[in-house]
């Protein structure tokens, strides 16, 4: 079974970066027709969809974070990684890894980011 794990920093300063990582296990990082997604879920809000990597490395962007946001995947680490930069305080969220194996989702259980000076 796959499991995901986030890690990263729970408080940044405003204008700061955000760098956070998915620790997969259990599966590759690189197996054919698996597609890995970073999502955030802000206090009270719904969840947001940031952007995904294909199992080939092909990456696709919320409009809403194409210019700030960068996923990728470390193959030898088997980790999925986020780095976000020039954070404010409405980043302030729920960080979620995860992975569509066959229409089916899995999950890391999140990590909370919070954006302040």
């Known amino acids: 079974q796959v499991q995901l794990q986030e890690s990263g920093p729970d408080l940044v300063k405003p204008s700061q970066m955000l760098s956070l990582t998915c620790t997969v296990s259990?599966?590759?990082?690189?197996?054919?027709?698996?597609?890995w997604t970073w999502f955030r879920q802000p206090p009270g809000k719904g969840l947001e969809w940031m952007g995904s990597i294909g199992y080939d490395g092909s990456l696709h962007y919320s409009p809403y974070f194409r210019s700030r946001t960068s996923i990728s995947r470390n193959n030898a680490k088997n980790t999925l990684d986020l780095q976000m930069n020039n954070l404010k305080p409405e980043d302030t969220a729920v960080y979620y890894c995860n992975v569509r194996i066959n229409q089916d989702n899995y999950w890391g259980k999140g990590t909370q980011v919070s954006v302040s000076s």
């Open positions: 259990g599966g590759s990082i690189t197996t054919s027709f698996y597609a």
